[in-house]
């Protein structure tokens, strides 16, 4: 059992918590192409995190619909804002979905 360490972000958790060592520092910018290609195509892999997947299923249903480069960098922009405000909860998926 490790002891509890303090993040950058003035979290506490286990040293060996994977969750604790996520920050969003690590995702892509915004202006990644993996971000349009997750907001127009959908996940390659599976997704674990439920808020995730039904809010790419609505993106991914919306952006068929209306493709147009303003609505495409909304969703990329909702997309990244979810990663970057829930690095805890999106930590695996975003290992996953965005290398």
């Known amino acids: 059992m490790s002891a509890l360490v303090w993040s950058d ?3 506490v958790g286990r040293g060996d918590d994977p969750l ?7 995702l892509p910018p915004p202006t990644d192409p993996r971000w349009v290609a997750l907001a ?7 997704i674990k995190t439920l808020a ?3 809010m790419l299923a609505r993106i991914n249903q919306d952006t068929k619909k209306n493709a147009t480069p303003v609505a495409v960098k909304a ?11 829930n690095p805890r909860i ?6 996953q979905l965005l290398k």
């Open 20 to 26: 604790s060592q996520s920050e969003p520092d690590a």
């Open 52 to 54: 995730l997947k039904l």
């Open 75 to 85: 969703a990329v922009d909702e997309l990244y804002s979810f990663f970057s405000t």
């Open 40 to 46: 127009t195509q959908g996940a390659t892999k599976p």
């Open 9 to 11: 972000t003035g979290r």
């Open 90 to 95: 999106v930590a695996e998926d975003a290992s």
